[in-house]
């Protein structure tokens, strides 16, 4: 019973990190949306929707597809890498507009044509050298000289070539991408069988167990083991108990998330001692030890 306990502990900081992972993504995904990056705020509520316990497990049931702890981790990555571009896309576009804003001016009224102002620093350059001198002043001839002058300080400004404001490109959401539902058969792994059996004779004393695992909508794993002596009915008890537990735990890490458990204990001349089955549509477990007696 002492090694169920890390079993626990490590399936709970699991979950507790899924959670806390899939809440920041789905806020994430809200504050992208509220800034216009629609996209990208799908992607982070998808990611968040893979990471939470409940939404994953409806979806893997929607899909009728069994995603293991690797794959789920590499989907988020991928989605947040995702996600992390197309952000940084809209944010390069959206600067750019910006900038192409303040390049703009209205048009001169100096001259009253229709020339456009591109800055006024031109301007204040070229005006002290048409500023008109004392001698220029006195005689009424020169007044129109000076007119003149003043009518073709805005001839300097069309030289200065203003900048073309660029046109923004529209912002085209890419097309997701479809993932392919894998059609390949859930499966308990050999490694994974060999050590539920070494758990097995460790927790009965039975040199003789068997491992079967039945594909099915969630999968059934059984377990057969044979003892020589007679144990007591509490003895029993908890080691088919101890048994459903960890058959479910490692087959999660097989990537069956929660399957049908049956635990047979009998003589080794065929006689049954106690049966234990787990239901995962109920999610109860029921063992029977009457038949264990002497």
């Known amino acids: ?30 504050g992208a949306i509220l800034n216009l990056s629609l996209f990208s705020g799908l992607i982070y509520i998808l990611a968040g929707v893979i990471s939470i ?25 991928v989605l947040l890498m995702t996600a992390a571009a197309t952000a940084s896309h809209v944010d390069t576009v959206t600067s750019v507009n910006n900038s192409t804003n303040a390049i703009a001016a209205p048009p001169s009224s100096d001259s009253g044509s229709d020339a456009l102002a591109v800055s006024s620093e031109p301007t204040h350059v070229a005006t002290p050298t048409l500023t008109p001198t004392p001698e220029v002043t006195e005689t009424s001839a020169s007044i129109p000289e000076v007119t003149e002058a003043s009518e073709t300080t805005p001839v300097i400004t069309p030289e200065v070539t203003p900048t073309p404001t660029p046109t923004p490109t529209p912002d085209v959401a890419p097309t997701p991408e479809e993932t392919p539902i894998s059609k390949t058969t ?23 167990v068997k491992v079967t695992f039945i594909p099915s909508e969630k999968g059934m794993l059984a377990v057969d083991y044979y003892l020589e002596v007679i144990p007591d009915q509490t003895k029993l008890n908890d080691d088919i108990a101890s048994i459903i537990i960890l058959s479910k ?46």
């Not at 994953?56 to 702890?69: D, P, T």
Request: hydrophobic share 35%.
């Open 1 to 30: 019973m002492d090694e169920i306990q890390p079993e626990k502990k490590k399936n709970t900081i699991k979950v507790s990190l899924r959670w806390v992972f899939g809440i920041l993504f789905l806020m994430a995904g809200l």
């Open 53 to 77: 316990p409940p939404t994953a497990s409806a979806l893997e049931k929607k899909i009728n597809f069994n995603v293991s702890g690797a794959a789920r981790f590499i989907a988020v990555f």
């Open 186 to 208: 859930m499966q308990f792994s050999e490694s994974k069988e060999e050590q539920l059996i070494g758990y097995v004779k460790d927790y009965s004393g039975s040199d003789d």
């Open 249 to 294: 735990s490692l087959a999660g890490e097989s990537g069956i998330p929660n399957p049908d458990v049956s635990v047979c204990a009998m003589l080794k001349g065929g006689k049954p001692l106690g049966i234990g089955n787990y239901y995962s549509s109920t999610e109860k477990t029921d063992i029977d030890v009457s038949d264990c007696h002497l």
